[in-house]
């Protein structure tokens, strides 16, 4: 890791960034021709895919869908995954009792029976989930999928110690005394020791939880509650060759390089109401440039962005040109302050860094108010129920402080004891411009109130290990971190409780970086979860966010929007809402195979 020199190329990265914004205005405003109009058969032009179908009837059987990133996921282990991508890709080789449906916008975030043949059946006022299995689902090897083998991929999440990273929801649900010790430590003969759940029979299983959650089918749609077979767990190593339970199967893949899925013939669509299966073969080339990788999407040598993270400035220009991009929402991109870092275990040291920032300049940093979206002035998205979107706005960030408060923020300094400013460390990661864009954005605010902000970039598929390790960032000095996330699932707890509840502070994979200890914030949550009316949970998803911002522990940069690319050969596309606004990957399709 180094620090970036912020000179030249941060004044081209904002101009860069601007000129994509006035695209974008005279795109969205209808210039381009007939392209521009989209439709769920016809052209898929600019916003064609936005909440809706483009080119349904086009897909056809056969042929390789190329993807390509600009980093490799955290992980292919169904379990240890956390990326909003490895989770849409997953789904091609995992499959769950339940799933999101397959359908553009807001209806992609329902629940859809999957493994089993319909969603739960509910009982004991809502602390025990009964599911059947479907007749016909199968392993690779052709072997039945069992209840015993969902049981196992979900205890799987237990073993922290082995497999860290990925969510812990159905461990914090079904035993929130951490009584289980995990399959790799159980003494059981047949290590299904989780009482918790019963598996009866082959085709039956139960779910007994100690209380109520409002959100546990949602946990259950997760990519870590996918089956795994015993007999095929090679733990750590699991992540390089996940056994399928999907219509497609691992068939090579060089960590950072290159990745290449084929079909599962053993896998049957009658026992698959999801999946549509139309590539022979799905690829991920892995490129460390991210103009590169923008550069061989705009030449047609691939087809999709992975990452669905957006387009680098110097990409996004040339795609609106060509009114073949989509914008997008679905994430919050923020800075947040690790309180393990002084001074920033400091609240009024925390309101200096929110209150100095030039959030207009963050704003374009990020592409402007359209290619990067609105200024973030608190931390529920628009998609949460219980968001406020702008019209909360305590730090005026959207209003009077919008361009930074110079005098405000000096006296946070002086309330800190800090009224010569500090020294600090941005950490961002590498691989993603607009990242060090905003980072650099960000640095140049600080100086002005005296804070001088140095930038180490890290290599984005290290993450757990980098800044979801405290140790490693308090030993780094990490005293701001970018970063950005969208809902697991589309509530406060699916969207906060990893990043605020102090019972998911972590020594590895962590994600609640600022290491918040509120006891307010975690009573909200307990009731939360108890919650069983809409309007009830409303409320509380509302009062937590207030909470957060009353502590300063985050800046927020946008609610964000994406540009991304999409080739001419794609069929069936739409963004759902069930991954934060990315394309759905798992019925995406080729309109002329042989391409």
């Known amino acids: 890791m180094t620090t970036q020199r912020t000179s030249g190329r941060r004044k081209q990265a904002l101009a860069a960034a601007a000129a994509v914004a006035a695209l974008l205005t005279t795109a969205a405003c209808g210039g381009g021709g007939d392209d521009d109009k989209g439709s769920s058969t016809g052209a898929a032009g600019f916003d064609a895919a936005n909440n809706k179908v483009a080119q349904a009837s086009a897909a056809k059987k056969g042929g390789t869908l190329k993807f390509g990133s600009a980093q490799d996921a955290d992980s292919w282990d169904t379990t240890r995954g956390y990326y909003g991508m490895m989770w849409n890709f997953a789904r091609y080789y995992s499959r769950q009792l339940v799933t999101n449906k397959t359908e553009p916008g807001k209806a992609g975030a329902e629940l859809t029976p999957d493994l089993a043949t319909g969603l739960a059946k509910v009982t004991d006022d809502g602390k025990t989930y009964t599911y059947t299995l479907r007749d016909g689902v199968t392993w690779e090897d052709g072997k039945p999928i069992t209840s015993k083998d969902v049981k196992y991929g979900i205890e799987r999440v237990w073993a922290q110690d082995v497999l860290s990273g990925g969510p812990t929801y159905l461990k914090d649900v079904l035993d929130p005394k951490g009584e289980y010790k995990g399959p790799y430590k159980d003494t059981s003969a047949d290590k299904l020791g989780l009482k918790a759940i019963e598996t009866p029979d082959d085709k039956t299983i139960v779910f007994k939880l100690p209380q109520a959650n409002s959100d546990f089918q949602e946990m259950l749609a997760l990519i870590s509650a996918s089956p795994v077979r015993q007999d095929k767990d090679t733990k750590a190593k699991y992540q390089l060759h996940p056994f399928s339970s999907g219509p497609y199967k691992f068939e090579s893949y060089s960590p950072g390089k290159d990745l290449s899925l084929v079909r599962n013939t053993s896998w049957k669509q009658a026992s698959d109401p999801v999946r ?320």
């Not at 929110?354 to 931390?379: E, Y």
């Not at 600090?424 to 954005?441: C, D, G, L, M, Y």
Request: hydrophobic share 35%.
């Open 276 to 595: 549509k299966a139309y590539p022979d073969k799905i690829t991920v080339k892995f490129f460390s440039d991210a103009n590169q990788l923008d550069q061989r999407l705009l030449n047609g040598d691939l087809d999709l962005d992975l990452t669905q993270t957006g387009m680098s400035p110097q990409g996004r220009t040339t795609a609106l040109k060509q009114h073949k991009a989509n914008p997008v929402s679905g994430y919050i991109r923020y800075a947040v302050f690790p309180q393990s870092v002084k001074p920033f275990d400091n609240i009024d040291c925390r309101k200096a860094v929110i209150l100095g920032a030039d959030h207009v300049s963050l704003q374009t940093a990020r592409g402007g108010p359209v290619a990067g979206g609105d200024i973030g002035t608190n931390m529920l998205p628009p998609s949460v129920a219980g968001s406020e979107g702008q019209k909360y706005d305590p730090y005026k960030l959207a209003g009077a402080n919008k361009n930074g408060n110079v005098a405000e923020a000096k006296a946070a300094l002086k309330a800190c004891g800090q009224p010569n400013g500090f020294k600090t460390t941005i950490a961002v990661r590498n691989n993603k411009p607009v990242e060090v864009a905003t980072a650099q954005s960000l640095q140049a605010s600080l100086k002005k109130i005296g804070i001088t902000a140095e930038i180490d970039q890290f290599d984005g598929s290290q993450t757990t290990g980098i800044i979801g390790s405290p140790s490693n960032v308090a030993k780094k000095g990490y005293g701001i971190i970018i970063m950005g996330w969208g809902p697991d699932f589309p509530s406060v707890q699916g969207f906060g409780l990893p990043l605020w509840d102090s019972k998911y502070i972590q020594q590895s994979g962590n994600n609640n970086y600022a290491l918040i200890k509120d006891k307010a914030i975690d009573g909200l949550f307990n009731s939360y979860v108890t919650t069983l009316d809409d309007s009830g949970k409303t409320k509380i998803a509302t009062e937590i966010n207030h909470k957060v911002m009353e502590g300063a522990y985050y800046l927020p940069f946008t609610f964000e929007k994406f540009i991304n690319w999409r080739s001419d050969n794609l069929a069936n596309v739409y963004t759902t809402d069930g991954y934060s606004g990315q394309y759905d990957f798992v019925n995406l399709g080729l309109k002329n195979p042989k391409k």
